[in-house]
T-cell receptor
Framework: DVKVTQSSRYLVKRTGEKVFLECVQDMDHENMFWYRQDPGLGLRLIYFSYDVKMKEKGDIPEGYSVSREKKERFSLILESASTNQTSMYLC???????????FGQGTRLTVV | QKEVEQDPGPLSVPEGAIVSLNCTYSNSAFQYFMWYRQYSRKGPELLMYTYSSGNKEDGRFTAQVDKSSKYISLFIRDSQPSDSATYLCALNNAGNMLTFGGGTRLMVKP
């Protein structure tokens, strides 16, 4: 079974803090994604990566950065957390040539 | 206009009803069509995947694609309270990106 694991289910951070969200997949997938999900807005792509050390901006990259030093790990970084970044964050991975994306369980981040 | 439109619901039905969930899309390059189910406070999980127009059945679930109308559907027969979730359609144009609908929240009442 493919497994995508996000480091935290729930996280509460203060405004201005630097926040790291970690995602690990165990199926050697080339492509990894970070989305945020908000009521009424659906899934919005923040960043994606198609290879180690490669990254591409998605639809809403402002306020975020990413790191992919190893194939299995894709990190999302909030440089200076703000209250409008309170959201559900979802990591996904996808094998090259496949169309089936596998998701982690999500991290519900609250910025106070 | 969004690339993929999906009615957000909520859709409330009695147990045993037939449920119809739908998405419309505008990009004719989409070739692969998926339905994900997302329970509350969980990540989405793949429910069904189809390629090309036609029907695909899996137990109580049927996925239908009409490429000429750019319209996809998911039917759930004999709906159960455990089917209560948000259903997201996802489309792919054979690249490494999925385009998601906004999701429809379904509630099946006992």
């Amino acid at each position: 079974d493919v497994k995508v694991t996000q480091s935290s289910r729930y996280l509460v951070k203060r405004t201005g803090e630097k926040v790291f969200l970690e995602c690990v997949q165990d199926m050697d997938h080339e492509n990894m994604f970070w989305y945020r999900q908000d009521p009424g807005l659906g899934l919005r792509l923040i960043y994606f990566s198609y290879d180690v050390k490669m990254k591409e901006k998605g639809d809403i990259p402002e306020g975020y950065s990413v790191s992919r030093e190893k194939k299995e790990r894709f990190s999302l970084i909030l440089e200076s957390a703000s209250t409008n970044q309170t959201s559900m964050y979802l990591c996904a991975s996808l094998s090259g040539g496949s169309t089936e994306a596998f998701f982690g369980q999500g991290t519900r981040l609250t910025v106070v | 206009q969004k690339e993929v439109e999906q009615d957000p619901g909520p859709l409330s039905v009695p147990e045993g009803a037939i449920v119809s969930l739908n998405c419309t899309y505008s990009n004719s390059a989409f070739q692969y069509f998926m339905w994900y189910r997302q329970y509350s406070r969980k990540g989405p999980e793949l429910l069904m995947y189809t390629y090309s127009s036609g029907n695909k059945e899996d137990g109580r679930f049927t996925a239908q694609v009409d490429k000429s109308s750019k319209y996809i559907s998911l039917f759930i027969r004999d709906s159960q309270p455990s089917d209560s979730a948000t259903y997201l359609c996802a489309l792919n144009n054979a690249g490494n990106m999925l385009t998601f609908g906004g999701g429809t929240r379904l509630m099946v009442k006992p």
